[in-house]
């Protein structure tokens, strides 16, 4: 059997868990959280700048680009306490776009883009696709090599998460029959390239992204040598912290159905004394462990060749089953309340549910382990 | 002797690699049990207990219990490495389970000078087998209510009720016995004594109960007018309550200072993921059939999730939120998965699912069904998965008592 991962956990891990703990629950309460769902930026950047302040944003960074040079086993316990608190705005995808970047970016790239990163601008990747079957090589949109040296671009990408806010774009496309990166800046976009999509997970920003008409330089596009290498990278790195920002969420929800439970009486009694939800409970409780568990072994194992996306694939698996089972029987046990916008169960399940449907769901990450491992 | 060479541990570890590597034997020619509890046949025990006391001689097992009481007087350490030893060459199982793992522990730490120089010696050598009495007919999970009783006539208590599930009650020579001797206390666990019973006494008869694996794994016990000698309590009399908690504690490993090796040898995840390889249906393996492989993926997860839970533990900032959660969760998470992994096993065989043990059509001499059925020895035993629901909603989620 092949080595499946390991629990390791750094000292910087376990000072940024403690203070993201902290600062998430405070700075994201759920009032605040439902206020931002309906804020067209949905995001506070206030809290942006504050998390640039303290040095999240360059966490992953290397030292020489303006970072801190840690790496992404030291990002998920920052993103797992947004997870918990259902904190909005565009960390994940700022932190993924500095990925592509240091993974596959040139030199120059590098020095030019992720400086401004690290200091706090946003960023954003676009890999989905109207036809994706999440296999970070399928791409249509297509690059293709004009007059003067300059590349035109067309086709859509769509799910592209805060790509309103982000000052760079990272777009995956199609060049020579080969995947390549792009980075686009809004300033290359014609007028209503972007749209923003409805989506289930009213905390996030959304995008369609419409290629058609845009042309760049040449020098936009990432190192054509590791593009296939970076694309699995930013695969298996997306799916790590949405993983993380998972199992955040698997928690706040069990514990805040636990809490209606202790308090909520029906015939004469608290219902969580009845068997039939607190063995459920338990049962949810039990995947949340576990699904814990993976997260940070993968976190740590991360870098490992042949471990690090098995440990991830497991990660990812897991937690997509153990929120969905959580935030499904949150919503049920709440009852009539459990209907109601109001409830925040509704919150969680979509919250999960928006995370299955990104870079693959839990039955694409076991059928991915099976070729792995068998 | 408190400080360990590491170049006699070395020397110790090398010995015994080789002398198991030597000395075990693979294949009796019948099957072996893979627990203590599924001691079935005459031919097992003696073979089992044939088997320890080897062990014991060539100073593998006690190696850290007193040498005054048969051990050999060495640091931890080196019943470690002889223990890592006898798994690596996949030793048969210690067959005096009860003895070594829990009944030696507590005798050590609690007994009175004359019962240690009595009991540990022959716990070690096999030539005494231990068997346990706390659970009652009437009384699975609540051993507060037992009721067999004790009442004092001179130097003796004479004992008269009844115990069940006594794991090698037919072989044993000792009980541990968890008894009343006073049936008006206030609080039902100040009535309990805690015993050290002879088992080969006139008034005990022993019935054996056959399993739904139609073995005969346990037995009923039953006491009348039995005597048990007044010198082998442990404890105060009505303080057998917390003699038998900290026995618990032993029982489950909470607590160290166990003889050594090991009583169990279960199935895991990656014996069932050998089987599947192994195994063809059609002309093809049956992995390839994407249904099993995506069942065998959820099986490696989740073998390999409680695998990271254990190492979690050990990271206090990591378990921070519910330090006892995975303690408690453990035996409920642990045997319910290898109930439904065995099961698994017993469907990956397809038609020849419907074999069982000695049939010499059956994939592994039928010992996946026997598995199966056997897992809900851990599911049911030391309190059924529903009970340690409850203590898991109730001690580490906080939900109000059912």
């Known amino acids: ?374 | 002797m408190s400080t360990v060479d590491p170049k006699d541990l070395a020397a110790f570890a090398e010995q015994a690699d080789a002398w198991f590597a030597e000395n075990v034997v693979r294949d009796p020619g019948f099957m072996l049990p893979l627990t203590f509890m599924e001691v079935g046949t005459d031919k097992q025990f003696h073979f089992l207990r044939d088997w320890q006391n080897k062990v014991w001689e060539a100073g593998y097992l006690g190696a850290a219990w007193p040498k005054a009481y048969g051990g050999g007087g060495l640091p931890q350490a080196f019943q470690s490495a002889a223990t890592r030893a006898m798994r690596k060459h996949h030793g048969p199982i210690m067959l005096n389970a009860i003895g070594i793992n829990w009944a030696g522990p507590l005798i050590l730490e609690m007994g009175t000078e004359a019962q240690k120089a009595a009991y540990l010696k022959g716990i070690l050598s096999a030539e005494d087998i231990w068997c346990q009495g706390f659970s009652e007919p009437g009384h699975g999970s609540d051993l507060g209510s037992a009721q067999t009783r004790a009442v004092r006539h001179g130097d003796h208590y004479v004992v008269n009720g009844s115990k069940i599930w006594t794991t090698l009650g037919r072989y044993a020579r000792y009980m541990i016995l968890l008894a009343r001797t006073d049936p008006s206390t206030e609080r039902k666990y100040d009535g309990l004594s805690f015993f050290l019973m002879p088992m080969k006494a006139p008034g005990i008869e022993t019935v054996p109960i056959r399993k739904l694996t139609g073995e005969h794994g346990f037995t009923q016990t039953f006491f009348t007018d039995a005597k048990a000698p007044a010198d082998g309590l442990v404890g105060p009399e009505g303080g057998g309550w917390k003699v038998a908690m900290r026995t618990l504690e032993y029982e489950r490993g909470a607590r160290g200072g166990q003889a050594g090796g090991y009583v169990s040898v279960g199935a895991n995840a990656f014996d069932v993921f050998d089987l599947a390889r192994r195994t063809q249906r059609g002309g093809q393996p049956v992995l390839e059939d994407p249904l099993v492989a995506d069942e065998m993926v959820g099986f490696l997860m989740e073998i390999q999730a409680l695998t990271l839970n254990g190492q979690r533990t050990q990271v206090p900032e990591l378990v921070a939120d519910r330090p006892q959660g995975i303690p408690l969760a453990s035996k409920l998470m642990g045997t319910e998965m290898s109930r439904r992994l065995n099961d698994f096993a017993v469907r990956l065989t397809g038609a020849r699912g419907a074999y069982y043990v000695d049939e010499p059509d059956a994939v592994d001499n039928g010992l996946w069904a026997r598995n199966y059925l056997n897992a809900f020895s851990a599911t049911i035993g030391g309190g059924t998965s529903q009970i340690q629901a409850n203590i898991v909603g109730e001690h580490v989620l906080g939900l109000p008592k059912s």
């Not at chain 1, 970072?67 to 030291?74: H, K, P």
């Open chain 1, 1 to 374: 059997m092949k080595d499946l991962g390991r629990i390791g956990f750094s000292e910087d891990q376990a000072a940024l868990l403690e203070v993201a703990a902290d600062f998430c629950q405070r700075r994201s309460p759920v009032a605040t959280v439902r206020r931002l769902m309906e804020d067209e930026l949905g995001h506070d950047p206030a809290v942006w700048a504050e998390m640039g302040d303290l040095g999240w944003l360059g966490v992953a960074i290397p030292e020489a680009f303006g970072g801190s040079g840690l790496g992404l086993a030291e990002v998920v316990p920052l993103v797992e306490q947004m997870g918990r608190r259902l904190m909005a705005g565009p960390f994940v995808s700022t932190t993924l776009a500095a990925q592509a970047l240091i993974a596959g970016g040139t030199e120059a790239q590098k020095l030019e883009h992720l400086p401004r990163l690290a200091a706090g601008e946003a960023a954003a990747i676009a890999l989905g696709e109207p036809d994706t079957d999440w296999e970070p090589d399928t791409i249509s949109a297509a690059a293709r090599r004009g007059d003067g040296g300059r590349l035109s671009l067309s086709g859509r990408k769509i799910l592209v998460s805060d790509a309103g806010a982000a000052r760079r774009l990272i777009v995956a496309v199609r060049l020579d029959g080969a995947p390549a990166l792009v980075l686009l800046t809004p300033e290359d976009l014609p007028a209503g390239a972007l749209r923003r999509e409805t989506v289930i997970d009213e905390t996030r920003r959304s995008f369609s992204l419409t290629l058609d008409g845009v042309t760049v330089a040449e020098d936009r596009l990432l190192d054509p040598d590791r593009a296939g290498a970076t694309l699995e990278h930013l695969h298996l790195a997306a799916n790590l912290l949405a993983a993380a920002d998972m199992v955040g969420g698997t928690q706040a929800c069990i514990d805040y159905t636990l809490d209606y439970l202790r308090t909520r009486t029906q015939f004469g009694k608290v219902i969580g004394s009845y068997q039939a939800l607190k063995h459920p409970m338990v049962d949810a409780y039990t995947r949340y462990e576990q699904a814990r568990s993976h997260l940070y072994s993968a976190a740590h194992c991360f870098n490992e060749q042949g471990t690090g996306e098995i440990a991830v694939r497991m990660a990812k698996a897991a937690a997509d089953g153990a929120y969905s089972f959580a935030a499904d029987r949150s919503i049920q046990f709440h009852g009539g309340f459990g209907f109601t916008w109001d409830c925040d169960a509704q919150l969680y399940r979509r919250r999960a549910i928006w995370h299955a449907a990104q870079f693959g769901d839990a039955a694409f990450h076991r059928k991915k382990l099976a070729r792995l491992l068998f």
